[in-house]
């Protein structure tokens, strides 16, 4: 059976696709890219994607206003377009 689509995907889906986080500050436009094996064990694999934004702070400016998103350019992941960049979400 499928989710409802107002079901916002879990950190699991990131471990089952080998994706990474990519992790935005909407102030100053800071980018990095997070592993996924430390959220797990901090929050669990059930935990929803758009909520880990909670947890996180700027590493340059502070501001605690984030956004993430899978790294669906994640070169570790063979096959996955290199060359594919996406805008962040805002949760």
Do not use: F
């Not at 080998?18 to 100053?28: A, D, E, S």
């Not at 797990?40 to 934004?53: C, E, M, Q, R, W």
């Amino acid at each position: 059976m499928r989710r409802p689509v107002t079901d916002p995907a879990r950190l699991s889906y990131l471990v089952d696709q080998k994706l990474r986080l990519t992790v935005w500050c909407i102030r100053c436009d800071h980018r990095a890219d997070i592993a996924v094996a430390p959220l797990v064990d901090k929050l669990g694999a059930n935990y929803p994607i758009p909520h880990v934004a909670r947890h996180m702070k700027c590493s340059r400016c502070g501001n605690r206003e984030i956004t993430v998103n899978p790294t669906w350019n994640d070169e570790d992941v063979p096959g996955r377009p290199k060359s594919m960049t996406y805008p962040p979400l805002r949760t």
